[in-house]
């Protein structure tokens, strides 16, 4: 029962470096939402893909952040020039298909900017 | 955009008693209602959600109630045990464009003493 997988676990960059975030949905969910969770805070929506598409990125700020989910692979959130207001915990959560409304949610991965 | 309090931020209960966490929501569209346990360092499980047309949902010792008009919904845990100590997130969202992104609450700190 392999659920929604993410790696790294737990990242550590220094300012000024990129971070790549991985997310492999649950076997079949086609649909993958990237949420931010501030320490003491609950979560923030930032984008949501399905495959090869970005469909609402809305939550996601203008610069540095960027999303892909290739036709092949993971999905990757891609963090340029981290500043220490990026460390957080990254989840994201798969659906199977746009008209389901369950989302399940991975481990998240622990960025940590020094 | 969808707005979601959520009370108490923290809840205290002796085992055996029941807790209850509130969440109000702005956005009249929204549609489906989503709660979520949060372990330490662990990934947000979906423990039970509830669907605009219907009033109350109820899966063993969880229970969810909604009002439409007055925009809240509430999670009821009965028979507290320590293993329920966890944080609690409420969510809304509308799903009607094919899809739903999750505005979460602040999250509440449950902890139950034995």
């Known amino acids: 029962n392999a659920g929604v997988m993410q790696n790294p676990r737990h990242l550590v960059r220094r300012r000024g470096q990129e971070a790549r975030l991985r997310c492999s949905p649950m076997?079949?969910?086609?649909?993958v939402y990237w949420y931010r969770q501030l320490p003491e805070e609950g979560l923030k929506f930032m984008v949501y893909?399905?495959?090869?598409?970005?469909?609402?990125e809305s939550g996601m700020p203008k610069e540095r952040f960027s999303a892909e989910f290739p036709k092949e692979g993971p999905s990757i959130l891609r963090i340029q020039q981290v500043v220490r207001g990026d460390s957080a915990a990254y989840f994201c959560?798969?659906?199977?298909?746009?008209?389901?409304?369950?989302?399940?949610f991975g481990p998240g991965t622990r960025l940590t900017v020094t | 955009g969808e707005n979601v309090e959520q009370h108490p931020s923290t809840l205290s209960v002796q085992e055996g008693d029941s807790a209850v966490i509130k969440c109000t929501y702005s956005?009249?569209?929204?549609?489906?209602f989503p709660w979520y346990k949060q372990e330490l360092g662990k990934r947000p499980q979906l423990i039970i959600d509830?669907?605009?047309?219907?009033g109350e949902k109820k899966d063993q010792r969880i229970a969810v109630t909604l009002n439409k008009t007055a925009k809240h919904f509430s999670l009821h845990i009965t028979e507290t045990q320590p293993e329920d100590s966890a944080v609690y997130f409420c969510?809304?969202?509308?799903?009607?464009?094919?899809?739903?992104?999750?505005?979460f609450g602040k999250g509440t700190m449950l902890l139950v003493s034995p």
């Open positions: 959560a798969s659906s199977p298909d746009r008209d389901t409304y369950e989302q399940y």
């Open positions: 076997k079949g969910h086609s649909h």
């Open positions: 893909l399905q495959k090869e598409n970005i469909i609402d």
């Open positions: 956005d009249s569209a929204s549609n489906y």
């Open positions: 509830i669907r605009s047309n219907v």
């Open positions: 969510a809304a969202s509308r799903s009607g464009s094919g899809y739903s992104t999750l505005t």
